[in-house]
């Protein structure tokens, strides 16, 4: 789909595309009845719904690649959401997967602004700049990093699963990190003179 840099407005709850979808034009919305997998992405702010005609079996929402120039908002209702390489998000990103999983450990990714998790299973984001996370939330294991370090802006709640940065911390605000008893590591530095609260079976960090 190629609008130029017209508006793209694809929201009927019964589109089904089969095939991969690439994307070109401005603000965007895209919905699919079951999983849907992108292609190259060249949008103003994007919004997509995957598996929109549940109940069902949630099928996998592929992010694809490209740039996003605005805020990305996901919604897989339940399924997990990939990537096929590096995604370059200008704007925040909120990521609503249920019971998927997300992963988004493309070490190229940017995220211009705050990404949260309203809910997931397991979480795995990585980014080539900087990782500024706002709220978090997941049923299973949190892993987070950027090559020049993570941002924590918001509360990281786990259900019982580990938690991990995989790069050095800095601390923009007071946050709850929450392992529900998995552990909390901290594979670099933690920095920040904020109030930092963390309950965990274990805590690591060097």
Known sequence: ?????????LTQTSNDFQGVVNLTGGATQITDANGLTLGTLS???????A????PGTPGTLNLGTGNIYGDLQINSNNGPITQTGALNVEGTTTLTAGTGSITLNNTSNTFGNTVSVVSANNI????????????INASGSVTV??????YLSGDVTS???????TSAVQLNGPVDINSGGG?????????????LTMSAFYRDWE
């Not at 789909?1 to 407005?9: K, L, R, Y």
């Not at 949008?43 to 719904?49: M, P, R």
């Not at 598996?51 to 549940?54: G, Q």
């Not at 984001?125 to 996370?133: D, F, M, S």
């Open 145 to 150: 990093g950027g090559a020049q370090g993570v």
């Open 43 to 49: 949008t103003g702010a994007l919004t997509v719904v």
């Open 159 to 165: 259900k019982g699963s580990n938690i991990v940065y």
């Open 183 to 195: 552990s909390i590591t901290f594979d670099s530095t933690l920095n920040g003179n904020k109030n």
């Open 1 to 9: 789909v190629n609008a130029g840099t017209g508006p793209i407005t």
């Open 124 to 135: 795995n984001i990585q980014a080539a700049g900087i990782l500024q996370t706002g709220s």
């Open 51 to 54: 598996n929109a005609s549940l």
